[in-house]
């Protein structure tokens, strides 16, 4: 038998870092945790509830999906439980519970299994729950209405709220500091600046996902911020205040890099990155929305083919990238 | 099997978190989100009323009764004084009497 390679067809590079998706997906979890554990500290039993009930629902919707499109059960591998995490991660601790239902059922039917599954997903399927529920119940996802029966000691007015209704002038109050350390409003598991950081580089430092794709949007929020900044520092924000608040931190490490969301060459990550990171900062800075995460994440998105045929390879050329 | 049980336990916790710890109302508010046909305007009843704050008497703002009632019991859209005229001159006359908070239209309301 002749086990000489001939030809190897291969479309995008390919990494495999020896771990199985469940073990991967429950690597996400822990990673999560000091951001959602800030957030159960902050809110209390509201909090815990919007988070559990979201991943219960998340991994019910799954079941039921599976049973309907009569495929192997896959709730197992972690990936429903971790959609939920993050979309309970992208909630105030006041969401109701019929929101998490209808937001869970989105993201796991409409993002995620009538493509086919894991893998399958061209959009990121919690951002675009997220998104369709921004759009349907303004009054959830304004934090200032939201939470405004709580009392935690620190400035409680959401900080971009702040910065698109009132200006600069509003958001001097913040410091860096308080905002870094998640004493600031919003969603449950986004305010923990250093937790998610450290989530996020647990994650890349493990091989969960791609730094190129992290660090580049992280990159496109700060120059476009600061580019706005330099050339009216009174009406926009500078770049260290677009870093630490609203979503950025939480998109930068467990949204953007989705697998099967996210470009897997080199120079289409980097775009995608970056490309992210500036329409975020547009909306918030020119837009209609308080936050332009969401929205700017989905549609790179959509990009996301397109992106992935920047400097195709030859059949039978394999890409080393991993 | 282990997800089938982290499934189970975490529907139940979050339904007791739901059951058990419904969103309360605060008997003194923190915070008011007032909904006008002009835009939101948040009002940050605590930082007015309390001494480390503005520290303004209740009965400054609520004028009739023993105890302080919400302003919409009275001041309904239909009134004789409606509820935009009252909060219009009670926050901007303070605000101009005192030299200081908010003035500009756009200073309180967003939309």
Redesign the interface.
């Given at each position: 038998m002749n086990n000489e390679k001939k030809l190897v067809v291969a479309h995008a590079p390919y990494w495999h870092d020896g771990s199985k998706i469940s073990t991967k997906n429950y690597n996400i979890m822990v990673a999560a945790l000091p951001a959602v554990l800030m957030g159960i500290s902050h809110y209390?039993?509201?909090a815990?509830?919007?988070v559990?009930?979201?991943?219960?629902?998340a991994?019910?919707w799954e079941?039921i999906m599976n049973v309907a499109m009569r495929k192997p059960f896959s709730?197992?591998d972690?990936s429903a439980?971790v959609t939920g995490l993050l979309l309970g991660m992208l909630m105030p601790a006041?969401a109701p519970?019929w929101v998490?239902a209808l937001g869970t059922f989105i993201a796991l039917s409409v993002g995620k299994q009538i493509f086919g599954g894991i893998g399958f997903n061209p959009l990121n399927p919690p951002l675009l729950a997220l998104a369709m529920l921004v759009i349907s119940f303004k009054g959830v996802f304004?934090f200032?209405?939201a939470l405004?029966?709580?009392?935690l000691g620190f400035i409680?007015?959401y900080p971009l709220?702040d910065l698109?209704?009132?200006g600069t002038e509003a958001i001097s109050k913040f410091s860096l500091g308080d905002l870094v350390m998640g004493r600031q409003s919003g969603a449950i598991g986004s305010t923990f600046g250093l937790g998610l950081i450290v989530g996020g580089l647990y994650l890349i430092l493990r091989g969960y996902v791609r730094w190129e794709i992290s660090l580049s949007f992280l990159a496109g929020v700060f120059i476009t911020a600061l580019l706005f900044n330099l050339s009216d520092s009174n009406q926009y924000a500078g770049p260290m205040f677009h870093l630490f608040t609203g979503y950025t931190l939480i998109a930068a490490f467990f949204l953007v890099p989705e697998d099967s969301s996210s470009p897997a060459n080199f120079i289409p990550m980097l775009l995608f990155g970056v490309l992210a990171g500036l329409m975020t900062v547009l909306i918030r800075n020119v837009g209609a929305y308080v936050d332009g995460v969401p929205f700017s994440i989905l549609l790179l998105n959509l990009a996301n083919p397109l992106l992935d045929k920047i400097r195709p390879k030859a059949i039978g050329k394999v890409v080393e990238n991993a | 099997m282990l997800a089938y049980a982290l499934a189970a336990i975490l529907l139940v916790v979050g339904v007791v978190c739901y059951a058990a710890f419904p969103a309360k109302t605060p008997e003194e508010p923190v915070r008011l989100m007032f909904k006008t046909t002009a835009g939101k305007v948040l009002f940050d009843h605590k930082t007015h009323s309390a001494d480390a704050g503005y520290g303004v008497a209740c009965d400054d703002c609520h004028h009739e009764g023993d105890e302080p009632v919400a302003c919409s019991e009275c001041h309904e859209p239909d009134s004789e004084v409606k509820r935009s005229d009252a909060f219009h001159s009670q926050c901007k006359g303070c605000h101009e009497e005192s030299g200081a908070g908010p003035l500009e239209c756009s200073e309180c309301h967003v939309m």
């Open positions: 209390g039993a509201p815990l509830g919007v559990a009930f979201a991943m219960a629902c991994m019910i079941l709730i197992g972690g439980a006041t519970w998490i304004d200032d209405e405004r029966h709580y009392d409680m007015t709220a698109k209704y009132f | -």
